[in-house]
């Protein structure tokens, strides 16, 4: 994990349930089958002219690219929770580009007698990801770019595959989005934001329930990523 997940909520939505505003979503349609490179929105904060935090819901492509990433160099997709903060890749972006990724569930697959079965993981309602994201200019735009970090699997997602994402409660929203370096005056303790993330993550990972789902999903390139009929369970 994670190659692929959901989110089927509108941006209104997403802007009312992270408290955020929002910028121009008309290209923004609810997605059942999320791909790397595909952009989708994340939630990050970051302190304007005044001072002040302000949160924001912005436009992204999965597959992280720092400033610093000679071009055709790698995206990588996820972050491992274990290094997030000493892997030379993802260290700057822990320690002040920190962003949530907001999804409905994710995909894994199991490789059976006939094929790769892809399953649908997912919680109660729109879950939270860690994630870690990166500004980069591209002539006069600058465009962003993010991961999702990852964990050893427990509980639904165990079942699957031994790697999940890293989900947040809502109660640390505000602590994993503080845009306060890590270690300077404002900003988290490095250790205490390491084990707020595995204790969080454990506790949502015991809510999270897994289905199989329909095979259309193993083909990126002809799968109607709109159709809601994409998390429906089916029998294996």
Sequence with gaps: MCGRFALDDHINTLID?????????????????????????????????????VRSIDSAAWGLKPSWAKPGGPAPINARLETLAT????????????????????????????GKQPHYIHGAGTLAAAGLYAARQ????????????TREATDAS?????????FLQRNIWGDWLNPAK????????????????????????????????DRRLNNTRTVDRSDPSLIEPVMP
């Design 17 to 53: 349930d992270f408290v955020a505003t929002g910028g121009d979503y008309r290209e923004w349609v609810p997605a059942y089958s999320i791909a790397p490179t595909n952009r989708v929105p994340i939630v990050r904060e970051r302190i304007d002219p005044n001072g002040v935090a």
């Design 87 to 114: 892997n030379g890749m993802f260290r700057g972006a822990f320690v002040g580009q920190r962003c949530i990724v907001p999804m409905s569930g994710y995909y894994e697959w199991t490789q059976e007698s006939d």
């Design 138 to 149: 591209d002539g006069d735009e600058w465009k962003l770019t993010f991961t999702i970090a």
């Design 158 to 166: 165990g079942q699957v595959h031994d790697r999940m994402p890293v």
């Design 182 to 213: 890590v270690g300077s005056p404002g900003g988290a303790d490095r250790a205490a934001l390491e084990s707020m993330l595995d204790e969080s993550s454990l506790e949502i990972a015991a809510t999270l329930q897994t289905h199989a789902v």
